[in-house]
């Protein structure tokens, strides 16, 4: 049973260009939430989906931030327009249960270079 | 305005004895606390958790406790071993509001010395 996947685990873009961001979950769950980790700091919700629905975006950026889990397939953070501030870890986790943290599995992270 | 702050960025223990990690919280809200154990390069993983209805939950060699007059909660780990070297985090939810979605800490690194 394989955990959760992120790709690509590392992503270099330069200002202006688009970063897209795959998250897996793992088989079974339905709950996917993406956190941001800005360097020598806590994650940071992001948002909530659950397949094609997003239940909460409180965390996202208003602008150049969009997220989705459509029926098939991965969830995607999209982020366009990329600045030298979006550099970060990005933390997937998925989870059968909405609200069971304590089986809410995190994907290893895929981090953003913005140069 | 941070609603979970974790003051100690590093601790270094030696292995065999206790490692004590502390957390506050403003938000009154929260309800259920969690810690994480997170190593370079991969994700954080679930470690122990207790709800607001307990002072205390035990799981083998961790034990958190919580205070909740004082908004704040510690992780006991006895003994510390070499492999619990990692940044831990705290992080704290609304069980009956926030559906999973969690507040997190800066993170407190931990060495243990052989």
């Known amino acids: 049973n394989a955990g959760v996947m992120q790709n690509p685990r590392h992503l270099v873009r330069r200002r202006g260009q688009e970063a897209r961001l795959r998250c897996s979950p793992m088989?079974?769950?339905?709950?996917v939430y993406w956190y941001r980790q800005l360097p020598e700091e806590g994650l940071k919700f992001m948002v909530y989906l659950q397949k094609e629905n997003i239940i909460d975006e409180s965390g996202m950026p208003k602008e150049r931030f969009s997220a989705e889990f459509p029926k098939e397939g991965p969830s995607i953070l999209r982020i366009q327009q990329v600045v030298r501030g979006d550099s970060a870890a990005y933390f997937c986790?998925?989870?059968?249960?909405?609200?069971?943290?304590?089986?809410?599995?995190f994907g290893p992270g895929t981090r953003l270079l913005v140069l | 305005d941070q609603q979970v702050k974790q003051n100690s960025p590093s601790l270094s223990v030696q292995e065999g004895r206790i490692s004590i990690l502390n957390c506050d919280y403003t938000n009154s809200m929260f309800d259920y606390f969690l810690w994480y154990k997170k190593y370079p390069a991969e994700g954080p993983t679930f470690l122990i958790s207790?709800?607001?209805?307990?002072d205390k939950n035990e799981d083998g060699r961790f034990t958190v406790f919580l205070n909740k007059s004082a908004k704040h909660l510690s992780l006991h780990i006895v003994p510390s071993q070499p492999g619990d070297s990692a940044v831990y985090f705290c992080?704290?939810?609304?069980?009956?509001?926030?559906?999973?979605?969690?507040?997190f800490g800066d993170g407190t690194t931990l060495t243990v010395k052989p």
């Open positions: 207790i709800s607001s209805i307990k």
């Open positions: 992080a704290a939810s609304g069980l009956n509001t926030n559906a999973g979605k969690s507040t």
């Open positions: 986790a998925s989870a059968q249960l909405a609200g069971d943290q304590e089986t809410q599995y």
């Open positions: 088989k079974g769950h339905s709950h």
